[in-house]
């Protein structure tokens, strides 16, 4: 399948649109009668986003690259607009059309339309980051826009590398797993594998020095900050820093039901020692309870110093609830 994995959004939940019938056949591939199935609901309940997303999405997975007739990414692009026309902030969209652009670009051989196409890509990709400043995969896809461009010579300029290894290394700052340097340079040679033969000797050098300027920028911005704005502490640790404790009301459902367990939160400690933010990790489902998570995010801790600077603290937080025999 040519949907890159790095790059690919989120699919909205099946079941919350459409008919049954286009729910299956989308489930099982049959993307064409899918279409039918979710135009009938359309137009039934036309100013209802989710069957348009699924409409587009049946659309988009029928669009080859680089075919002679692409009215399926021309359907598929003209119902993703129509549900930012409905909903203008629905960020599946937005993916989904920056995506579906790069995969067309892939398939233009005139060079000045591919490029006005990698531009609409990435015009996609800097409204994804607006909304999400943190997301790793808009950034390796601006990345992947511009090596494309740069390699071979598509677009001749230093600049472009310069911005490229940039969004790599962002890339890399928000996931800095140590088998990234290693996937994404294997991702860059991916991305143009179906280059001439006079190319190939080069490719993999090229790549190898993308990623390593881009840890070289990494490391830079990394070097340039005075101390660490977050550190990590074990859940043992922070939990004898704790100064004040909402104590979270036992579920009603799971007393009743004599349920008992952990629930487990991760957490973000702010340097006035604040709970900030906290995402279940773990739980039983009538356990992990709103009531739950309001409790335990009106505690608070003694700010965790370092170098004698207050800091934001990430930690595990973990709520026990026990029947008593």
């Not at 937005?94 to 490029?115: P, R, V």
Request: with cysteine; net charge neutral; proline share 6%.
């Amino acid at each position: 399948m040519f949907w890159s994995l790095c790059s690919q959004p989120l699919l909205p939940t099946i079941g919350e649109a459409g008919s049954a019938r286009g729910i299956e056949a989308y489930q099982n591939a049959r993307y064409q009668e899918a279409v039918g199935s979710f135009q009938k609901t359309i137009s039934l309940s036309p100013s209802e986003v989710k069957p348009h997303l699924y409409l587009a999405m049946a659309w988009m997975y029928q669009y080859v690259p680089g075919s002679v007739s692409p009215e399926n990414a021309r359907n598929a692009e003209a119902e993703f607009q129509t549900v930012l026309q409905l909903d203008p902030q629905n960020f599946a969209a937005k993916q989904f059309l920056a995506l579906l652009s790069y995969q067309e670009a892939k398939g233009i051989t005139d060079e000045d339309e591919k490029l006005r196409t990698l531009d609409a890509a990435a015009s996609w990709y800097q409204k994804i980051l607006a909304v999400d400043p943190r997301n790793k995969q808009a950034y390796f896809s601006l990345c992947l826009i511009d090596w494309v461009k740069w390699y071979p010579n598509l677009t001749d300029s230093a600049t472009l590398m310069e911005e490229g290894t940039s969004y790599l290394a962002k890339a890399l700052e928000i996931d800095p797993q140590r088998d990234n340097v290693l996937t994404y340079k294997n991702l860059l040679i991916k991305e143009i594998a179906d280059l001439p033969a006079k190319y190939r000797p080069n490719v993999e050098a090229a790549a190898l020095h993308w990623v390593q300027k881009a840890m070289n920028a990494k490391f830079a911005m990394e070097s340039s900050q005075e101390g660490p704005q977050r550190i990590r502490v074990t859940g043992g640790v922070q939990q004898n820093k704790l100064i004040r404790k909402v104590p979270p009301v036992y579920p009603p459902l799971a007393k009743a039901r004599r349920i008992q367990g952990t629930v487990r939160f991760s957490a973000i400690i702010g340097n006035d020692g604040h709970v900030q933010n906290l995402s279940l990790i773990s739980g039983h489902p009538l356990l992990a309870v709103e009531s739950t998570r309001v409790a335990v995010i009106q505690w608070e801790y003694k700010p965790t110093l370092y170098d004698g600077e207050p800091v934001e603290v990430v930690t595990e937080i973990d709520v026990n609830f026990t029947l008593i025999q």
